[in-house]
T-cell receptor
Framework: QKEVEQDPGPLSVPEGAIVSLNCTYS??????FMWYRQYSRKGPELLMY??SSGNKEDGRFTAQVDKSSKYISLFIRDSQPSDSATYLC????????????WGAGTKLIIKP | KAGVTQTPRYLIKTRGQQVTLSCSPI?????VSWYQQTPGQGLQFLFE???????NKGNFPGRFSGRQFSNSRSEMNVSTLELGDSALYLC????????????FGPGTRLTVL
């Protein structure tokens, strides 16, 4: 079993829709949860991060973590064509290992 | 502040050759991490350097090596290239503590023929 599972998509939705992106993980040592966005021909950029279970909101984006179910989500409200990108979840342990463990990435397409 | 830069952006090599990729981190950042990104495997961690020392290493064969210079610039070397080494190689820089954000460069696209 992989440490992180993420549906690669593609996920295609109309402009203005609410988008839900998800990852599951198996390592209970993960304590730091991140979402990165990667546009074509670019490196990933950090979108949101959180340490704790619950919701964290930033504009149109909400990150949700459920540690008991080992499940994280990213919600995008009022989706725009400019949100079309690959979204990657990433995880980190809170010990001396600084390595990030990544999901495969979900390709999101917002249709105008 | 200038972002992370990687050179070259594109590279074509043949099997058996070796290649060196370069990464210049954001000014003031002392940590540089290298990742391999492929459609099948996603992003996989290669290694991380901090203050010229390799601090973490992923599960890649010894053909993959790196180093960091006193100005925090880093190089990654792959010897005896294989077809499966074709990938996007990304470097990321950070200040160096676990919670620090990693900032990625645009990557070097390596094609092995």
């Amino acid at each position: 079993q992989k440490e992180v599972e993420q549906d690669p998509g593609p996920l295609s939705v109309p402009e203005g829709a609410i988008v839900s992106l998800n990852c599951t993980y198996s390592n209970s040592a993960f304590q730091y949860f991140m979402w990165y966005r990667q546009y074509s021909r670019k490196g990933p950029e950090l979108l949101m991060y959180t340490y704790s279970s619950g919701n964290k909101e930033d504009g149109r984006f909400t990150a949700q973590v459920d540690k008991s179910s080992k499940y994280i989500s990213l919600f995008i409200r009022d989706s725009q064509p400019s949100d079309s990108a690959t979204y990657l979840c990433a995880f980190q342990r809170m010990d001396s290992n600084y390595q990030l463990i990544w999901g495969a990435g979900t390709k999101l397409i917002i249709k105008p | 502040k200038a972002g992370v830069t990687q050179t070259p952006r594109y590279l074509i090599k043949t099997r058996g050759q070796q290649v060196t990729l370069s990464c210049s981190p954001i000014s003031g950042h002392r940590s540089v991490s290298w990742y391999q990104q492929t459609p099948g495997q996603g992003l996989q961690f290669l290694f991380e350097y901090f203050s010229e020392t390799q601090r973490n290493k992923g599960n890649f064969p010894g053909r993959f090596s790196g180093r960091q210079f006193s100005n925090s610039r880093s190089e990654m070397n792959v010897s005896t290239l294989e077809l499966g080494d074709s990938a996007l190689y990304l470097c990321a820089s950070s200040a160096g503590t676990p919670q620090d954000t990693q900032y990625f460069g645009p990557g070097t696209r390596l094609t092995v023929l």
